[in-house]
């Protein structure tokens, strides 16, 4: 879910358990873009908020990974570009590589986190 006009609760992760009847929200996400889910392990990925001033702003954002279906997220700070993070895509021909692909940005390759 996407955070607009300073939503700051609808915000996040959400999950599912029950086909979609409820949602929980399990994880603050200020700007999530995408989700990929490779075997166990899913990706979230997205814009992280930048202050006016260049340094990281309001709300959390970036790469973000999980390995209980979505109970619990650990971030990904590797990244040079987590201001604008688009996707994250498991490399088909090295299972232990991904691609991150950036808005405006390019697309980087790298050990899988």
Do not use: C
């Not at 700007?31 to 709300?59: K, Q």
């Amino acid at each position: 879910d996407m955070e607009t006009n300073w939503n700051y609760l609808a915000s996040g992760i959400w999950k599912s358990s029950d086909d979609g009847d409820t949602w929980n929200r399990v994880q603050q996400f200020t700007f999530a873009y995408h989700i990929t889910a490779v075997g166990n392990r899913i990706y979230a990925s997205g814009a992280r908020s930048i202050s006016d001033t260049g340094r990281a702003g309001w709300g959390d954002g970036g790469a973000f990974h999980s390995d209980d279906g979505g109970i619990t997220w650990a971030k990904n700070e590797n990244l040079p570009l987590l201001a604008n993070l688009n996707s994250v895509t498991v490399d088909p021909s090295d299972e232990t590589k991904v691609f991150y692909t950036f808005f405006g940005g390019g697309m980087m390759h790298g050990p899988k986190p």
